[in-house]
């Protein structure tokens, strides 16, 4: 069955981030709990963190490895960042973010044990997305969530539905519809003209992006902004197209103003508080 591809505008960012109330304080804007970050692969937790606190979330926290404390506190002091105390950071969370240099040793998998069954929202990307693919189906259908989203790249969808990634871009359409209804929730499927297959059957696509984003950081700092939009209280499908959007669109006026070339995940981070505010 063929279904409408809506296009990702300027107008979503004005229906669904209205201005906030005058008397808003941080309790309004939720809490993002990011889980990565395995030993080597500090960096991706560090920017998925950032990027949250960047889009708007009111509070953020960060469960990693000892050794990546420092550098997130020195990076972005904002940001709660522990080693400890999984179980009590769960709690507070009102948005779960998993995946960014989470790894596929047995820390990662004790933490993503945990946390799948948690019925909060969840974005789930890169080592999540690995974890799940070994799943079996059974254990896949039971750990279903509306207002989960997925964030594959091609390599990830192709383990999700083990199949060769030349399948998955053969057809994208077809693979971010199958990715939806086997895991549920909503699937942004990264790469040129990212696709967003929702959990009542929407399909979004976006226009904006450019090459400059093949660049490593770049999926982790999409996970922010997409983890910060569910925790102001935006469903899985809203928050994966705007979120996909705004990303794409910082990146387009980075590439306009300064190239494609050595775009950085994290210059992201410069233009996209004036995007989130209507202010191009
Ligand atoms: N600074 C950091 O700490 C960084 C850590 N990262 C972490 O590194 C770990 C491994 O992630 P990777 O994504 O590198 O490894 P993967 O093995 O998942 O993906 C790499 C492979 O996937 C395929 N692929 C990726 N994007 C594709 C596309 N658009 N079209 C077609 N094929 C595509 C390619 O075959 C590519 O070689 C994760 O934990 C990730 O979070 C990365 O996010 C990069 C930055
Ligand atoms: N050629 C391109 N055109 C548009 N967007 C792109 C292009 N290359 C990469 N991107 C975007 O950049 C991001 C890359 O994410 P990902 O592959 O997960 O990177 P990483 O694992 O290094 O964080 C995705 O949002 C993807 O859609």
């Known amino acids: ?25 941080k309790g309004y804007f939720g809490h993002v709990l990011v889980v ?3 030993h080597g692969y500090g960096g991706a937790a560090i920017m998925a963190a950032q990027a949250a606190a960047r889009s708007g979330a009111g509070l953020v926290s ?3 490895r000892q050794e990546h404390i420092s550098a997130m506190l020195s990076r972005q002091p904002e940001v709660m960042a522990n080693h400890q105390h999984f179980t009590t950071m769960l709690d507070r969370a009102t948005v779960i973010l998993a995946g960014p240099g989470l790894g596929p040793d047995s820390w990662g998998k004790a933490l993503l044990a945990q946390l799948l069954v948690s019925n909060k929202p969840q974005l789930l990307d890169a080592d999540a997305l690995n974890y799940l693919a070994t799943l079996s189906t059974a254990e896949q259908q ?6 989960r989203v997925l964030t594959p790249h091609p390599g990830e969808a192709a383990r999700l539905l083990n199949c ?14 199958q990715l939806q209804q086997q895991f549920g929730g909503t699937v942004l499927l990264k790469g040129q003209h990212s696709l967003i297959a929702g959990p009542k059957q929407q399909l979004a696509r976006l226009s904006c992006g450019n090459p400059g984003m093949a660049s490593g950081g770049m999926g982790d700092v ?3 902004i997409i983890a910060a939009l569910l925790a102001q209280g935006l469903n899985s499908f809203d928050a994966a197209a705007l979120g996909g959007w ?3 669109s910082a990146a387009d006026q980075l590439a306009a103003e300064r190239g494609e070339r050595g775009l950085l995940a994290t210059d992201i981070l410069l233009p996209l508080q004036k995007l989130l505010n209507g202010k191009t």
């Not at 069955?1 to 304080?25: F, Y």
């Not at 060769?164 to 519809?177: F, G, K, L, N, S």
Request: aromatic content about 4%; cysteine-free; charged content about 20%.
């Open 1 to 25: 069955m063929s279904r409408t591809i809506q296009t990702v505008d300027a107008q979503w960012l004005k229906r669904l981030l209205p201005r906030r109330p005058a008397q808003a304080h």
């Open 36 to 38: 990565g970050g395995d």
């Open 62 to 64: 960060l469960y990693t």
């Open 142 to 147: 039971q750990l279903q969530h509306d207002n």
């Open 164 to 177: 060769p990634t030349a399948a998955i871009e053969h057809d994208r359409i077809a693979a971010v519809q």
């Open 222 to 224: 999409l996970s922010g």
């Open 246 to 248: 705004l990303h794409g």
